[in-house]
């Protein structure tokens, strides 16, 4: 099994919707982030929680919520789903006991907003 | 702001050849510097990393060079192999900050 999981890998929603991506780890990590990729953007934060009572945002949480379950469990939420929205998505986690490069990430989650 | 921008957008490489990606940072307070490589359908995954107390590191065919009074730093790929193929992305720590990305093609 993956050490990050992320459901579902695909996902076509309508404007307006409500949608929400699920991360799940096995790592044990305290830490973990929610990213989104765009072509010739790179990879941008959008909210990490360093434990479960933590959350904070990243530079575009605008349109994103997001919960933290349990430590294993981060979900990221789009209240009202709209076309720019389209991008893939990531999930990470990092143990900082191992330095600042000790993040693992998910496959991915590619989502279409029509 | 981009704190960490990445050149070039896309590279085509001959097999054997070398490729060279370049990344530029902004904030001093940086004091980590990976790369990572992603490959269709999957997430990026660490690559090779440096810290500025160093100018070089390398692993196998993969050097960085940095170049901490520039606030510059590249990926070398020496050798290239069409099973390189993918999109490498550098950061920096201080929360991690990732450039553009450079999708690399590798001809056989």
């Known amino acids: 099994d993956a050490d990050v999981t992320q459901t579902p890998r695909n996902r076509i929603t309508k404007t307006g919707k409500r949608i929400m991506l699920e991360c799940s780890q096995t790592?044990?990590?305290?830490?973990m982030y929610w990213y989104r990729q765009d072509p010739g953007l790179g990879l941008r934060l959008i909210y990490y929680?360093?434990?479960?009572?933590?959350?904070n945002k990243g530079e575009i949480s605008d349109g994103y919520s997001v919960s933290r379950q349990a430590q294993a469990k981060f979900s990221l939420s789009l209240e009202s789903a709209i076309p720019n929205q389209t991008a893939l998505y990531f999930c990470?986690?990092?143990?900082?006991?191992?330095?600042?490069?000790?993040?693992?990430f998910g496959s991915g989650t590619r989502l279409t907003v029509v | 702001q981009q704190q960490v921008k990445q050149s070039p957008q896309s590279l085509i490489v001959q097999k054997g050849g070398i490729s060279i990606i370049n990344c530029a940072y902004e904030?001093?307070?940086?004091?980590?510097f990976p790369w990572y490589q992603q490959f269709p359908g999957k997430g990026p995954a660490l690559l090779i990393a440096?810290?500025?107390?160093?100018s070089e590191k390398k692993e196998g065919r993969f050097t960085i060079s940095f170049n901490k009074s520039a606030k510059q730093f590249s990926l070398h790929i020496m050798d290239s192999q069409p099973g390189d193929s993918a999109t490498y992305f550098c950061?920096?720590?201080?929360?991690?900050?990732f450039g553009e990305g450079t999708q690399l093609t590798v001809n056989p």
């Open positions: 990470a986690t990092s143990d900082p006991r191992t330095g600042s490069g000790g993040y693992t």
């Open positions: 790592k044990g990590h305290d830490r």
């Open positions: 929680s360093f434990d479960v009572k933590d959350i």
């Open positions: 904030n001093t307070a940086f004091d980590y």
């Open positions: 440096i810290r500025p107390d160093v």
């Open positions: 950061a920096a720590w201080g929360g991690l900050t």
